[in-house]
């Protein structure tokens, strides 16, 4: 149970969303174009944002200046999947004038870089500790 569960939550964040559209061969040049430092860091910056919910932001010791490097860093990061990267690609979703175009494509790139944290050890087991609070004798009841 524990790996079905583990699962179905790390499909919400990570369930790709695959067509033969502009967007997406968007996305996969410029997933294809990110080594394993970007994407970590994609991640950092992903996991920056969220803290700063005002619910959330009491447990984190993220500063200012950490979002501000972070953001800078992305700026610079998308600036070059764009320009440089797939600037044929993302020229074909602009001048599509297709409005979510772009964002899909950021989606799954943000998709992948939630992969880059989701994937490591100490962040699943920490999603799956909730298991042990569940009462599993419930929920069988529930295929009978």
């Not at 061969?25 to 080594?35: I, K, R």
């Not at 919910?53 to 990061?77: A, K, M």
Request: hydrophobic residues 40%; glycine residues 4%.
């Amino acid at each position: 149970m524990k790996k079905i569960l583990l699962l179905v939550l790390m499909s919400t964040f990570l369930a790709p969303s695959f067509a033969n559209t502009q967007s997406d061969q968007l996305a996969s040049c410029m997933v294809d174009s990110l080594n394993g430092k970007e994407r970590k860091k994609l991640a950092q910056w992903i996991f920056f944002a969220m803290s700063a919910h005002p619910e959330i932001e009491v447990y984190s010791r993220v500063t200012q200046e950490n979002r501000d490097e972070t953001d800078q860093y992305i700026g610079n990061l998308l600036t070059r999947l764009l320009t440089k990267d797939c600037p044929e690609q993302a020229s074909a979703v602009l001048k599509s004038s297709n409005s979510t175009g772009m964002g899909n494509a950021f989606r799954l790139v943000g998709q992948v870089a939630m992969r880059e944290l989701m994937t490591n050890s100490n962040v699943s087991n920490a999603i799956a500790n909730f298991e042990q609070h569940m009462d599993s004798a419930k929920i069988s009841q529930l295929s009978q």
